[in-house]
């Protein structure tokens, strides 16, 4: 079959043809269909992000139909469209015991990180991965649901995000758009900060409330003007280089929580007077659970968040893809068909 394989920080990435996978017992090959080019993707290629696995098949988005299936898994299962839940947790450990298959100290598997992933013909995941999609959503459109979605539904939770909150979406990609809409559900008030009008546009279509441009006004005096002077409750950092991050953090209201989901090479810095004085915290948010996966599928199957995706390429065009992404140009996904 045909991947894109990952060959380890500042390698570029190759259009190969590998083995395709045979599932083993409890799994299930899914012939994918579209696979979303995440921001992450970039951190591997630049090394930021090394978890020391190469070769490696990136792509986390992933969208597809089961192909076929391993011993120990119902047929009926065959010609299934489905969803990729990338974690494969261990199932024993504390995390995985309470439901945090994300934070598991011994993962079996994560595909597009640490196990081959999307952007390929074939994937094998285990059964239970394999996640039922509804229809009413094309393929395309329903991968970015796998990261962009589900991360903005497990960071909101956590950050306790609820009704009359002020929160600002710092950076608005695929993530960013998540957030936007996930926050707006829980009954609060978004800002969306970006520099690029069209992306502040679209958040706008999607419910926030208010917009900032970033570069063109000082974000901090705006939030505070927007919020009457309270500060954001809640700021979901989705850039994160050194400018940014003082602007988060001289946005926040007090009791104000600050959610690192995105992160640069920069160091974050802070006075712990800050944090005391306005009872703050800062928080980091990865991934997402089953559960949480679930929940995204439906909140977008009943047409509450939508997904964007700027465009779909084959395969062979991925550099088209990553390009785009690097370069800013893409309001939201770029989706690969492979
Ligand atoms: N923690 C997790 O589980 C998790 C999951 C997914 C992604 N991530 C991370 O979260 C981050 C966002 O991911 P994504 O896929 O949504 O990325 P993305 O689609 O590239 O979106 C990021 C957006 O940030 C904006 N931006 C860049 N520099 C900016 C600045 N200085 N000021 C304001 N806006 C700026 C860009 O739009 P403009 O054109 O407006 O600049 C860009 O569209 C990445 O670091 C990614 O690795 C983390
Ligand atoms: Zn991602
Ligand atoms: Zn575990």
Same mark, same amino acid.
């Given at each position: 079959?045909?991947?894109?394989?990952?060959?380890?920080?500042?390698?570029?990435?190759?259009?190969?043809?590998?083995?395709?996978?045979?599932?083993?017992?409890?799994?299930?090959?899914?012939?994918?269909?579209?696979? !979303?080019v995440?921001?992450?993707?970039?951190?591997?290629?630049?090394?930021?992000?090394?978890? !020391?696995?190469?070769?490696?098949?990136?792509?986390h988005?992933? #969208?597809?139909r089961?192909?076929?299936?391993?011993?120990?898994?119902?047929?009926?299962?065959?010609?299934?469209? =489905?969803?990729? %839940?990338y %974690?494969?947790?261990?199932?024993?450990?504390?995390?995985?015991?309470?439901?945090? +298959?994300?934070?598991?100290?011994?993962?079996?598997?994560?595909?597009?990180?640490?196990?081959?992933?999307?952007?390929?013909? %074939?994937?094998? #995941?285990?059964?239970?991965?394999?996640?039922?999609?509804?229809?009413?959503?094309?393929?395309?459109?329903?991968?970015?649901?796998?990261?962009?979605?589900?991360?903005?539904?497990?960071?909101?939770?956590?950050?306790r995000?609820?009704?009359?909150?002020?929160?600002?979406?710092?950076?608005?990609?695929?993530?960013?758009?998540?957030?936007?809409?996930?926050?707006?559900?829980?009954?609060?008030? #978004?800002?969306?900060?970006?520099?690029?009008?069209?992306?502040?546009?679209?958040?706008?279509?999607? !419910?926030?409330?208010?917009?900032?441009?970033?570069?063109?006004?000082?974000?901090?005096?705006?939030?505070? +003007?927007?919020?009457?002077?309270?500060?954001?409750?809640?700021?979901?950092?989705?850039?994160?280089?050194?400018?940014t991050?003082?602007?988060?953090?001289?946005?926040?209201?007090?009791?104000?929580?600050?959610?690192?989901?995105? %992160?640069?090479?920069?160091?974050?810095?802070?006075?712990?007077?800050?944090?005391?004085?306005?009872?703050?915290? =800062?928080?980091?948010?990865?991934g997402?659970?089953?559960?949480?996966?679930?929940?995204?599928?439906?909140?977008?199957?009943?047409?509450?968040?939508?997904?964007?995706?700027?465009?779909?390429?084959?395969?062979?065009?991925?550099?088209?893809?990553?390009?785009?992404?690097?370069?800013?140009?893409?309001?939201?996904?770029?989706?690969?068909?492979?």
């Open positions: 079959m045909r991947a894109i394989r990952y060959h380890g920080p500042k390698k570029p990435l190759q259009l190969e043809e590998i083995a395709t996978p045979t599932p083993g017992p409890g799994d299930v090959l899914v012939r994918v269909t579209a696979a !979303g995440c921001h992450t993707e970039l951190h591997f290629l630049s090394g930021l992000l090394d978890l !020391g696995v190469a070769p490696l098949t990136l792509g988005e992933i #969208v597809g089961i192909e076929r299936v391993g011993e120990g898994v119902g047929p009926a299962r065959v010609g299934e469209r =489905v969803i990729v %839940y %974690y494969s947790g261990c199932g024993r450990c504390l995390h995985c015991l309470r439901g945090d +298959e994300n934070l598991c100290d011994a993962l079996r598997a994560e595909h597009g990180f640490v196990t081959d992933g999307g952007f390929a013909e %074939y994937v094998r #995941v285990p059964a239970r991965n394999a996640v039922p999609l509804p229809g009413g959503i094309s393929d395309a459109d329903a991968a970015p649901i796998g990261c962009g979605v589900t991360t903005a539904v497990h960071a909101a939770s956590l950050a995000v609820g009704l009359g909150d002020w929160v600002v979406v710092y950076g608005v990609g695929a993530v960013g758009f998540g957030l936007v809409q996930v926050a707006r559900l829980r009954g609060a008030r #978004v800002i969306a900060v970006g520099r690029t009008p069209q992306k502040l546009e679209a958040a706008r279509a999607l !419910g926030a409330d208010a917009t900032v441009r970033a570069g063109a006004e000082d974000v901090a005096a705006r939030v505070r +003007e927007i919020t009457g002077g309270r500060g954001a409750d809640v700021v979901f950092e989705l850039v994160a280089t050194r400018e991050m003082a602007a988060s953090a001289r946005s926040l209201a007090k009791r104000g929580r600050l959610v690192f989901v995105g %992160y640069s090479e920069d160091t974050f810095e802070i006075h712990p007077i800050q944090l005391v004085v306005g009872e703050q915290s =800062v928080l980091g948010s990865v997402n659970t089953l559960a949480e996966l679930q929940e995204a599928v439906e909140l977008v199957a009943q047409g509450r968040v939508r997904t964007m995706v700027d465009r779909v390429l084959p395969l062979e065009r991925f550099q088209e893809g990553v390009d785009a992404l690097s370069g800013g140009s893409l309001l939201g996904r770029a989706v690969l068909k492979p």
